[in-house]
């Protein structure tokens, strides 16, 4: 159980172009998903937590026009990269929270690596 | 946030137990402890959590401190496929469900 998709896994574009990744939870339902990124070689760093229903809260320093972020469905997030530039480029993860065992517990998608030319 | 401290890598053999250390002085009480790995190119692994008993699962054992300010992630007979990053992250059972990702502990398996 607990499994998270995304799609797609990778992306080419060109510059000035937007991007759509989708993020599903399969067999259990999210009330909250967040959308992280990841350069070579370094950490996990949080951009936004989506809630179901309401808008997504943004961390510090993204840009909410630029990553826009529905999330629609109990299943479903999706995280559009708007009028890409190549420092886009970038590792993007999505995962799903589920509450086990008293806390919540976030399970994570196989990442979309989107690379902007 | 309460942070943690792991060490930047650790080298194991195949077939032998690995002992993951991993430091939260300034944990609190209602903070648990997740553990999660990630191999290359892959999104994170979920592999155990625990708030101030031991816990056990088909992946891992987790040992926790009696004073929870540190924890011991422990893989029973290390594989090649358990080479990976390996992250210690506390997290509010409260209402921020946020994980605050640090650098992890690179594990490497030699055949």
């Known amino acids: 159980g607990a499994v998270v998709s995304q799609h797609p896994s990778r992306v080419i574009c060109k510059s000035g172009t937007s991007v759509k990744i989708e993020c599903r939870s399969l067999d259990f339902q999210a009330t909250t998903m967040f959308w992280y990124r990841q350069f070579p070689k370094q950490s996990l760093m949080l951009m936004a937590t989506s809630n179901e229903g309401s808008k997504a809260t943004y961390e510090q320093g993204v840009e909410k026009d630029k990553f826009l972020i529905n999330h629609a469905s109990l299943t479903l997030s999706t995280l559009t990269v708007t009028s890409a530039h190549p420092e886009d480029s970038s590792f993007y993860i999505c995962?799903?929270?589920?509450?086990?065992?008293?806390?919540?517990?976030?399970?994570f998608g196989p990442g979309t690596r989107l690379t902007v030319l | 946030d309460a942070k943690t401290t792991q060490p930047n890598s650790m080298e194991s053999n195949e077939e032998e137990p690995v002992h993951l250390p991993c430091n939260h002085s300034t944990i609190s009480g209602t903070d648990y402890i997740h553990w999660y790995r990630q191999l290359p190119s892959q999104g994170p692994e979920y592999v155990i959590h625990g708030l101030t008993s031991n816990v056990n699962n088909r992946m891992a054992s987790l040992a926790i401190a009696e004073d929870r300010k540190s924890s011991t992630l422990i893989l029973h007979r290390a594989t090649l496929r358990d080479a990976a990053v390996y992250y210690c992250i506390l997290s509010d059972a409260g209402n921020n469900r946020k994980l605050i990702w640090g650098l992890g502990t690179s594990l490497a398996v030699n055949p």
């Open positions: 995962s799903a929270s589920s509450r086990q065992g008293g806390t919540d517990t976030q399970y």
